[in-house]
């Protein structure tokens, strides 16, 4: 069984920082892209920014510039800095991971459970 557990959201001003983890767990044979998605009250789930197992990243336009995908691969684990945030920046923040564990060769996708941001004054 493989799970993601995300954490750090929370409640922040305008302008101000949160970083998010997502730590991948479970019967784990290998990792390939991992990334972050968010979905606002009533709008799509949408991409964040993703990034490989060579560390190359792809953002969304809104968050170019502020936010910042890393990963650090011996502990299975993907961050989201998130600087000079803004009220539309508030949403559920989800992680999700192509993994690959010790039963199955295919790569399936999984989902964390998501963190809340909320960006207000």
């Known amino acids: 069984q493989v799970q993601l557990v995300e954490s750090g959201g929370g409640l922040v001003q305008p302008g101000g920082s949160l970083r998010l983890s997502c730590v991948a767990s479970g019967s784990i044979f290998s990792i390939n892209a991992m990334g972050w998605y968010r979905q606002a009250p009533g709008k799509q789930r949408e991409l964040v920014a993703t990034?490989?197992?060579?560390?190359?990243?792809k953002y969304a336009d809104s968050v170019k510039g502020r936010f910042t995908i890393s990963r650090d691969n011996a502990k299975n684990t993907v961050y989201l800095q998130m600087n000079s945030l803004k009220p539309e920046d508030t949403a559920v923040y989800y992680c999700n991971a192509d993994i690959r564990d010790w039963y199955d060769p295919r790569y399936n996708t999984y989902w964390g459970q998501g963190t809340q941001v909320t960006v207000s004054s």
């Open positions: 990034i490989t197992p060579g560390r190359s990243t």
